[in-house]
C-alpha cells in the first residue's frame, strides 16, 4: 500500500528523494518518510516427532486443497512467537522447536509471509472455529494434496521434506 495521505495526520504525501530508495512519500508536517506499507504473515507447517505434516482445510482459503496454518504477526511479537502462537490457536498442539524455511512475497494480498517448519507433539487436535478439519499426513503424501508451486504452502513443505534435518537438534 502506497500512501497518498499521512496515516499518523491525514496531511496529503508529497514526493521527497530519500537516500537511497528515490522518490518516496513524505509528510512535510511529521517530518517522516511514508515507506509503503504491507502485512506480515507466518505460515507453517506442523510436523510430528515421526516426521508426519498436520494439513489443514479451511473452506474459505480453498474447497480443493489443504492449507498449512497461517496468521497475521501482531505488532511487539517475534515471527517464532507468531508460528508458535497460531498452531497453537490453530492445532491446539506446543511447539517445540521452529526452523525458518524461507520468506516469501505473496502478491495476491500484498503481503509477505515467512515460513516455518515446527515440531509439535502429536495428540489430538484442538482445532479453532477458523479450521474446518485437520490431519495428519505421511511426508510422502503431503505435497499431493497441496496446490501446486508456486502456492506458498507448497514451498513451504517441499523445503521441510528436502531438509528434514531442520528440525533435529544440533550440537
Ligand atoms: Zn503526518
Not at 489443514?56 to 480443493?64: A, C, D, E
Not at 472455529?129 to 501446486?148: M, R
Request: negative net charge; hydrophobic residues 40%.
Amino acid at each position: 500500500m502506497t500512501f497518498q495521505y499521512c496515516p499518523h495526520c491525514g496531511a496529503k504525501a508529497i514526493p521527497r528523494e530519500t537516500g537511497d530508495e528515490g522518490l518516496v512519500p513524505w509528510c512535510d508536517a511529521c517530518k517522516r518518510p511514508l515507506f509503503p506499507m504491507f502485512s506480515t504473515c507466518i505460515i507453517a507447517l506442523a510436523v510430528d516427532e515421526e516426521g508426519n505434516v498436520a494439513l489443514l482445510r479451511q473452506g474459505y482459503i480453498s474447497s480443493q486443497y489443504h492449507v498449512l496454518v497461517s496468521g497475521y504477526m501482531k505488532p511487539g511479537e517475534s515471527a517464532e512467537e507468531c508460528a508458535a502462537r497460531e498452531i497453537q490457536e490453530e492445532l491446539g498442539l506446543s511447539v517445540s522447536r521452529l526452523a525458518m524455511t524461507g520468506t516469501y512475497w505473496f502478491e495476491k494480498k500484498d503481503m509477505l509471509m515467512i515460513g516455518f517448519a515446527a515440531r509439535v507433539r502429536r495428540r489430538d487436535f484442538r482445532l479453532s472455529g477458523e479450521v474446518d478439519q485437520a490431519v495428519w499426513v505421511a511426508p510422502d503424501k503431503a505435497l499431493s494434496l497441496l496446490h501446486p508451486a508456486p502456492a506458498i504452502s507448497y514451498l513451504v513443505t517441499e523445503h521441510y521434506l528436502r531438509h528434514p534435518e531442520i528440525l533435529e537438534a544440533r550440537g
